[in-house]
C-alpha cells in the first residue's frame, strides 16, 4: 500500500524519501491511499463551502439595491431586504458550522481517529463517509438521535 505524506503547513503530498527527519514530528502526517482520499474529499468540500459562505457574506453586506433607490424607499422592498439580508445571515452561519465539522474531521484524520462514529465509537460505513465526509454519527446513530430530537 503507498502511503502519503503531507506537510500540514504548506499542504503538499511528497514521498516518504522528500521527508525532512527534523520536521517530521512537527507539521508531517502520513496517510494512506483511502485517508488521502477522504483528505482530499474534505478539502473540496471545504472549499465548495469557504466559496459560498463569501458569496452569502458578499449578498449580506451588499447595500448596493438600497442606496439605488434613496431615501424614497418604499417599505415593502426594506422588508424584503431585512428578510434576504437574515437569510444570508443563517446561511453563513450554517456553513460556519460545516467549516467547523470539516476542520474538526481534518483534525481526526492527522489524530488517526477519522471515521469514527462519536455516539457509538463503530467505525462509519465507507459510503457514509463517501457521500458526508465531515460526518461525525454512523447513519444508525443518526437515525436514532433525530427520532429522540436529539439532532
Keep these: 500500500m503507498l502511503d ?7 499542504n503538499n503530498f511528497f514521498s516518504e524519501a522528500a521527508v525532512n527527519k527534523n520536521d517530521k514530528e512537527k507539521r508531517i502526517a502520513k496517510f494512506t491511499s483511502e485517508e488521502r482520499k477522504y483528505y482530499d474529499a474534505l478539502m473540496h468540500v471545504r472549499d465548495m463551502v469557504s466559496g459560498s459562505l463569501k458569496s452569502h ?3 449580506a453586506l451588499d447595500c448596493s439595491n438600497a442606496d439605488k433607490r434613496g431615501v424614497t424607499t418604499h417599505m ?3 422588508g424584503s431586504d431585512n428578510s434576504r439580508h437574515e437569510m444570508e445571515l443563517q446561511l453563513m452561519t450554517a456553513e460556519g458550522d460545516v467549516l467547523d465539522l470539516i476542520d474538526d474531521a481534518l483534525q481526526r484524520l492527522f489524530d488517526g481517529d477519522y471515521g ?3 455516539e457509538c465509537g463503530e467505525k462509519s460505513p ?5 457521500v458526508r465526509p465531515y460526518a461525525i454519527y ?14
Excluded: N, T
Excluded at 4 to 10: I, Q, S
Design 116 to 118: 469514527k462514529c462519536h
Design 126 to 130: 465507507p459510503a457514509r463517509l463517501d
Design 57 to 59: 457574506a458578499a449578498d
Design 76 to 78: 415593502a422592498d426594506m
Design 4 to 10: 502519503y505524506y503531507l506537510d500540514r503547513e504548506e
Design 138 to 151: 454512523c447513519v444508525k446513530c443518526k437515525s436514532r438521535l433525530e427520532q429522540h430530537g436529539r439532532i
